[in-house]
C-alpha cells in the first residue's frame, strides 16, 4: 500500500532506448483491454474470469484471469474492502493512478481497476516468468555484462518514472519480475505501493525495505529521486558480488552502516570486476543524495557504454553466482517467514475482533436480562 497522496502522472509518452542491449526495443501498450471490452458492463466479472490462485498477502490474493473478449491472460490483486484503513485506501488508489500512467516496456502494466461494493480489483500485467533474481541464480555460467545489461534495462524505467516527477521508494529484488520463462531481459519494475508522484525533494515518509533504503530516509532528512538511484546501487552491488553491500541481522546495526555508508569491494569477489563497475557503484552509494548519480547521469556512466560490451562479457562471474545462490535462498527464506508472520498476525487481530464483538454481544445481552 502507499503511504502518501499524490496527484497521478498524467504523461504517457512512449521511453525511446536510446542504448540497447541488442535487438529491437519492445512497444509499451500492445493491447488496450479498455478499449477491447468498452462494449462490456465496467464492473469485474462482466470482463474477466478468474483462474488459479497466485499469491496472497495480509490484505489481498493475487489470482490469474482472462478477459471475456480476446481471452488475454492477465493477473489480478483482489484486496477486501473492509480490511482497509482510509490511508490504505487512499495508497491503493494512488497506487492504481500511478501505474495506469506508466506506458514502459520493462514497468508492469495496469489494464483496469474495479471498486465494488466489497472488493476492489487491480487487473495487471500477467508475469509468468517469476523474480529475476530466481532467474539468475539458475544459470551455470554469469559474467558482468549480463549484470550490466539488467542494471541499464532497471535504470532505464527509473528514469522514465523520475521524467515523469515518479519516485518508486521500494526498489528490491523481490519487486523485479520477468515478463516470461525464457527471456531473461523482458524485466518488469512491479508493487508501485510506496510510488509517489512530486516535484520536489521534500518527501519524509519512512518507508522502503531495510537492506535498500536510503540514508536520508533514515536519518529522517527531505528526500526525492535519489532514493531510488541508492536502492540501485545496492542492486548493482548484489548482481556483481552476490552478496549486498550493507548487512546486519540486527536492523538498528544494519542502519548504522547504511548511515555512515560503510561497504567495500572485497578482493576475493571484486578482483575480476571492472573499475569501470566499482566506480558506478560508488556514483550510487553516496551518501550526499545532492552528489549521487541521477538516472540520465548514471545512463551516460561508461560501465553502461557499448564500448565497454564486449569486454564486460568476459568478465567472469561463475564465483560470485554461487554467493548470489546462497543469499537469494536467505532473501527467499526471510520473505516466507515474514509473509507467515503478517498472515497470522492479521488471522490473530480478526480473531481478537470477533472475541471482542463476542463479549460485547454477551454483556449487551445480561444487562438486558437484569432488566
Not at 509473509?339 to 488471522?347: E, R, S, T
Request: one cysteine or more; glycine letters at 6%; a positive charge.
Amino acid at each position: 500500500m502507499g503511504c502518501v497522496s499524490s496527484n497521478s502522472a498524467a504523461d504517457d509518452a512512449k521511453p525511446v532506448n536510446k542504448n540497447p542491449i541488442g535487438g529491437n526495443s519492445k512497444k509499451p501498450g500492445d493491447i488496450s483491454l479498455t478499449e477491447l471490452m468498452k462494449d462490456l458492463p465496467n464492473n469485474f466479472k462482466s470482463r474477466y474470469t478468474l483462474g488459479d490462485d497466485l499469491g496472497s498477502g495480509a490484505y489481498s490474493v493475487v489470482k490469474s484471469a482472462s478477459s471475456k473478449v480476446g481471452n488475454h491472460k492477465v493477473a489480478v490483486k483482489i484486496v477486501t474492502r473492509k480490511n482497509l484503513d482510509k490511508e490504505d485506501e487512499k495508497g491503493l488508489r494512488q497506487e492504481v493512478e500511478i501505474l495506469k500512467a506508466m506506458k514502459h516496456s520493462n514497468i508492469v502494466q495496469c489494464y483496469d481497476f474495479f471498486e465494488e461494493p466489497d472488493k476492489f480489483y487491480v487487473v495487471l500485467e500477467y508475469l509468468e516468468g517469476g523474480e529475476l533474481f530466481d532467474r539468475i541464480v539458475k544459470k551455470v555460467s554469469y559474467n558482468e555484462k549480463e549484470a550490466r545489461d539488467t542494471v541499464f534495462l532497471v535504470i532505464s524505467a527509473i528514469k522514465y518514472c523520475h521524467d515523469r516527477n515518479v519516485v518508486h521508494r521500494d526498489l528490491k529484488p523481490e519487486n523485479l519480475l520477468l515478463k516470461t520463462k525464457t527471456d531473461d531481459f523482458d524485466i518488469k519494475i512491479a508493487d508501485f505501493g510506496f510510488a509517489i508522484q512530486t516535484k520536489d525533494s521534500g518527501l519524509q515518509t519512512q518507508c522502503g525495505t531495510p537492506n535498500y533504503i536510503a540514508p536520508e530516509i533514515l536519518e529522517k532528512k527531505p528526500y526525492g529521486k535519489p532514493v531510488d538511484m541508492w536502492s540501485i546501487g545496492v542492486i548493482t552491488y548484489i548482481l556483481l558480488g552476490g552478496y549486498p553491500p550493507f548487512y546486519n541481522d540486527n536492523q538498528s546495526k544494519l542502519f548504522a552502516i547504511i548511515k555512515k555508508g560503510q561497504y567495500e569491494f572485497h578482493k576475493n569477489y571484486w578482483g575480476n570486476i571492472s573499475n569501470e563497475a566499482k566506480d558506478f557503484i560508488r556514483g550510487l552509494l553516496t551518501l550526499d543524495a545532492s552528489k549521487r548519480l541521477s538516472a540520465n547521469e548514471a545512463l551516460a556512466h561508461p560501465w553502461l557504454s557499448p564500448d565497454l560490451i564486449s569486454s564486460l562479457a568476459k568478465r567472469n562471474l561463475d564465483s560470485n553466482l554461487a554467493e548470489l545462490k546462497k543469499y537469494n535462498a536467505q532473501r527467499k527464506f526471510k520473505g516466507a517467514a515474514k509473509a507467515i508472520m503478517a498472515v497470522n498476525k492479521m488471522k490473530n487481530l480478526t480473531t481478537s475482533i470477533k472475541k471482542a464483538a463476542a463479549e460485547s454481544n454477551a454483556a449487551s445481552e445480561a444487562d438486558g436480562n437484569q432488566l
